[in-house]
Nanobody, 124 residues
């Protein structure tokens, strides 16, 4: 699976962005997908994930109620809608994939495939 993230940019606090992650490979629909982010000088952290089997989702506490992860298996794409952005959301955002075996995949080490990252910068 190859992943291509896009949609990052510069946005004022309170604004919105939608990130996309396009996956190659005909088995996209059997993969759990996640979004992570890495701010300068910090470790990569979990943001959100969505399963294939049930489309169940998880979010890190800091983005709950503001971010929404979704997927379109027909388009081999996963999205991260980010609303009410804050300066602390500034980071490089990465999408990731792992074959879905029914677990909650919320750790960096859970994922096998990674996209190249897209930069989100939120200014106040």
């Amino acid at each position: 699976v190859q992943l291509q993230a896009s949609g990052g940019g510069l946005v004022q606090a309170g604004g919105s962005l939608r990130l996309s992650c396009a996956a190659s490979g005909r088995t996209f629909s059997s993969y759990a997908m996640g979004w992570f982010r890495q701010a300068p000088g910090k470790e990569r952290e979990f943001v959100a994930r969505i399963s294939w089997r049930t489309s169940s989702t998880d979010y890190t506490d800091s983005v709950k109620g503001r971010f929404t992860i979704s997927r379109d298996n027909a388009k081999n794409t996963v999205y991260l809608q980010m609303n009410s952005l804050k300066p602390e959301d500034t980071a490089v955002y990465y999408c990731a994939a792992v074959r879905d075996m029914g677990r909650r995949y919320v750790y960096t080490d859970d994922y096998v495939y990674w996209g190249q990252g897209t930069l989100v910068t939120v200014y106040s």
